[in-house]
């Protein structure tokens, strides 16, 4: 009896440490899975943006000069004294608008008198013609004689032209009177006066009164590689060949078109000069300035793009990752067939709405999780 009873305290006890030690192997073996878990590396932060098909302009950059599609220095046509100034500086006028003023009244008093003189002889004019049909009348009756007749003709003749040149002389004073009032000869933005009133001016004066600039439209010249004239004359073969103007920023100034390419290429630096017109209506282009010039050249429509910086080159050529709705990555190869203006066109590898990773490429692996930063 003693002996059966051992046995089955002896049973029990076993079967009690094996269950606590079957207890404690599985606390040991959660416990690892939990730590597996804690261990398990948290999403690698990541800037990301979306595949899309675009309409994508292909273009040339260069550097250009604005000028001013006219510049004139004002100038007085005839001497005298200047009497007024009639422009602010700096101001916009308009074609014909007055400028300056110069005192009218000895070019007035040389009209006055030349009409004076046209009156006289127009009188002595038509009294020689009396004189001649009195003597043409005569002079069948021998009652006067054939010079006579002849000399009153030939006044007639003299007269007339006197008086032509009487009519000339009036023209000429208009002309002179009316270039003492200096009108502005086209729409433009004056500069600095040159001249204040009271001064004396002549004709001969190279300084000027004002110079007059036509900033809208205006000019921008610009350079470009001899390379690149096919594809300028083949796009504006087919029609206007848009430039946009930018700042040192990239900022957009104004939109315009090229006027012409010229007719040579500078052998000494290989390129080819152009010309480019803005209608500049904000007047953000100024003569003399440096622009940035893009010349578009042609439009892709509908074509895959990705920004550039999502791309990047392996052994085996360019690839890109690729973040799925779960945040996977997954690294695709693609073809790229150019990139232009920070924008990649994509021929194969991806398509539109694919989420491409921009930023932080440098720590990804594929299959790795990635959390896209809301940018």
């Known amino acids: 009896m003693i002996y059966r009873c051992s046995r089955r305290i002896a049973v029990a006890m076993g079967l009690a440490i094996a269950a606590i030690s079957l207890a404690f192997l599985y606390r040991r073996m959660g416990t690892a899975e939990a730590d597996a878990v804690s261990r398990k590396p948290p999403p690698i932060p990541v800037e990301a943006a979306l595949a899309a098909r675009v309409d994508l302009p292909l273009y040339i950059d260069a550097i250009g000069t604005a000028q001013a599609a006219r510049t004139a220095t004002v100038t007085t046509r005839v001497d005298g004294q200047l009497q007024k100034i009639a422009f602010a500086e700096g101001s916009q006028v308009k074609a014909g608008d007055l400028l300056a003023q110069i005192d009218p009244a000895p070019y007035r008093a040389q009209l006055e008198q030349s009409q004076a003189k046209l009156a006289q002889d127009e009188a002595q004019l038509d009294n020689a013609r009396r004189d001649v049909q009195r003597y043409a009348t005569l002079s069948p009756e021998d009652y006067t004689s054939k010079q006579t007749l002849?000399?009153?003709?030939?006044?007639?003749?003299?007269?007339?032209?006197?008086?032509?040149?009487?009519?000339?002389?009036?023209?000429?004073?208009?002309?002179?009177?009316?270039?003492?009032?200096?009108?502005?000869?086209?729409?433009?933005?004056?500069?600095?006066?040159?001249?204040?009133?009271?001064?004396?001016?002549?004709?001969?004066?190279?300084?000027?009164?004002?110079?007059?600039?036509?900033?809208?439209?205006?000019?921008?010249?610009?350079?470009?590689?001899?390379?690149?004239?096919?594809?300028?004359?083949?796009?504006?073969?087919?029609?206007?060949?848009?430039?946009?103007?930018?700042?040192?920023?990239?900022?957009?100034?104004?939109?315009?078109?090229?006027?012409?390419?010229?007719?040579?290429?500078?052998?000494?630096t290989g390129t080819v000069r152009l010309k480019a017109i803005f209608p500049n209506a904000s007047q953000r282009l100024w003569p003399g300035q440096f622009v940035d010039i893009r010349v578009v050249t042609q439009v892709l429509h509908n074509v895959l793009t990705t920004p550039s910086s999502a791309i990047s080159q392996g052994p085996k050529g360019a690839f890109a990752y690729v973040v799925a709705r779960d945040g996977t990555v997954d690294l695709r190869p693609v073809t790229v067939v150019r990139e232009i203006g920070g924008v990649a066109q994509i021929a194969a590898g991806l398509h539109a709405g694919d989420r491409v990773v921009t930023n932080g490429q440098y720590r990804l692996q594929p299959g790795d999780h990635a959390r896209v930063l809301a940018g």
């Open 150 to 268: 002849d000399t009153a003709r030939s006044q007639v003749v003299q007269l007339t032209a006197q008086v032509k040149a009487d009519r000339a002389a009036i023209e000429s004073a208009k002309i002179q009177l009316a270039y003492t009032s200096i009108v502005a000869p086209f729409s433009g933005r004056t500069g600095l006066r040159l001249v204040d009133e009271g001064n004396i001016v002549r004709a001969s004066d190279t300084g000027g009164i004002v110079v007059l600039t036509e900033l809208q439209p205006i000019a921008v010249l610009f350079t470009v590689p001899q390379q690149q004239l096919p594809d300028l004359t083949a796009a504006l073969a087919s029609g206007p060949l848009e430039v946009i103007a930018l700042d040192d920023s990239k900022t957009q100034l104004d939109r315009g078109t090229v006027g012409l390419i010229d007719n040579r290429v500078d052998p000494a």
